[in-house]
């Protein structure tokens, strides 16, 4: 099993681009989340998703948008990219709310 | 506001020496406390505890909760160089819209030979 597969693994944007963070899983999980881990900060969740069709935000969610059209996939957009958006952007997914989550290798943005 | 305390921030030790990693918590509704290690990628998940006293044990490492006292520990034995990592703890709450985990600032755990 791959798990959590995130895509791209390095990324360095422009102020004001735009792009699309890619996160897939192959556990048949309902539960996914994206969280963002700053230097020497916890990780914080931006949005999170019970299934296909229903997200909702986390603590984070300013400057960020998802979708849930499968309940393999989660994008996180980026509309408008800010140096505060600079981050590793982390995926999980698991079978429920009472299930450990399973996290992905990460993104590394860069937002210059 | 739901908080997570983990100390010490970071721990240099020797091969073969044995730590324990302190993971203290207020929040409320508990559901439950987990345990991952992060090396240079993803966090990986160790132990998840909902109950007070009972000892989840992998190997060289054991954690147990106290929902008295409310904070758990994470010790492990005979440390290797491969422990070296950052150890987080998260609570997971229970309740209506409660799917986040809140996150410690983690243990920067270093094992020289």
């Known amino acids: 099993n791959a798990g959590v597969t995130q895509t791209p693994k390095f990324r360095i944007l422009k102020i004001g681009q735009s792009m699309t963070l890619q996160c897939t899983q192959d556990?048949?999980?309902?539960?996914m989340y994206w969280y963002r881990q700053d230097p020497g900060m916890g990780l914080k969740l931006i949005y999170y998703?019970?299934?296909?069709?229903?997200?909702d935000k986390g603590e984070v969610p300013n400057g960020y948008n998802v979708s849930r059209s499968t309940t393999e996939d989660f994008p996180l957009r980026l509309e408008l990219a800010a140096p505060s958006q600079t981050s590793v952007y982390f995926c999980?997914?698991?079978?429920?709310?009472?299930?450990?989550?399973?996290f992905g290798d990460g993104t590394r943005l860069s937002i210059l | 506001e739901d908080k997570v305390v983990q100390s010490p921030l970071s721990l240099v030790v020797h091969e073969g020496d044995t730590v324990t990693l302190n993971c203290s918590y207020e929040v409320t509704n508990f559901r439950s406390l987990l345990w991952y290690k992060q090396e240079k990628k993803a966090p990986t998940f160790l132990f998840m505890l909902t109950s007070s006293g009972i000892e989840k044990k992998s190997g060289r490492l054991s954690s147990i909760l106290d929902k008295k006292e409310l904070f758990s520990i994470l010790n492990i034995t005979a440390t290797q160089t491969g422990d070296s990592a950052i150890y987080l703890c998260?609570?997971?709450?229970?309740?209506?819209?409660?799917?986040?985990?809140?996150f410690g600032k983690g243990t920067k755990l270093s094992v020289i030979p």
């Open positions: 998260a609570v997971s709450l229970s309740g209506a819209g409660s799917y986040q985990l809140t």
């Open positions: 998703s019970v299934g296909a069709g229903i997200t």
């Open positions: 999980a997914s698991s079978y429920s709310e009472s299930q450990p989550q399973h």
């Open positions: 556990m048949n999980h309902n539960y």
